[in-house]
């Protein structure tokens, strides 16, 4: 099976990063998590950028990555949980890659980073809380910016993946020119 480039979205904690390393070595394909691809480009952490120039200046960068990201060679792309408020990311995404939406429940994903003090996001009295909101705006975002969604719930990665793959060999989408 040739694919393009397969682009996970989803929640901060959904478990893009971690699927899509194993995604990426099962079909053969380069990985890519743009928020590294950001910190190497800025030269810090996200979450220090967010604090000095604010989240407007992140997000214009972001989608600059997005863009150059989701065109070039095959690969597998793991985006931010924001990625998808820009509708220019959106489309990019939508258009240039086959998106998989990693769908997580607020409770799931508050289970899975409770405890990561790297999320500036969650760093709030109520992280449960700010979870649910961010679900519940992005929530149709991503629905909207996927060709696909697969609810990631409590199977294991190795599960999740091979839930993708058959998603993918069942699809037209998943194929490139012959």
């Keep these: 099976m040739t694919v393009r480039t397969v682009a996970l979205v989803g929640l901060p904690g959904s478990g893009k990063s971690t699927i899509g390393r194993q995604l990426a070595r099962r079909l053969g394909l380069p990985f890519f998590d743009s928020d590294h691809v950001i910190e190497q480009r800025i030269g810090c952490a996200i979450g220090e950028f967010f604090r000095e120039q604010g989240e407007d200046r992140f997000r214009d960068i972001e989608s600059e990555v997005i863009s150059l990201l989701a065109g ?17 990311n959106r489309r990019a995404l939508h258009e240039n890659t086959l998106v998989v939406y990693l769908r997580s429940s607020p409770e799931e994903v508050f289970r899975r980073v409770r405890h990561d003090r790297n999320r500036p996001l969650l760093q709030v009295d109520d992280p449960l809380q700010k979870i649910r909101d961010l679900h519940t705006q992005r929530d149709p975002l991503y629905e909207e910016t996927a060709h696909f969604t697969i609810d990631t719930g409590r199977p294991s990665v190795p599960t999740l993946v091979n839930m993708i793959v058959m998603q993918l060999d069942m699809s037209d989408i998943g194929q490139q020119r012959q």
């Design 72 to 88: 070039g060679e095959p690969k597998v792309l793991s985006t931010g949980g924001g990625s998808v408020l820009r509708e220019s």
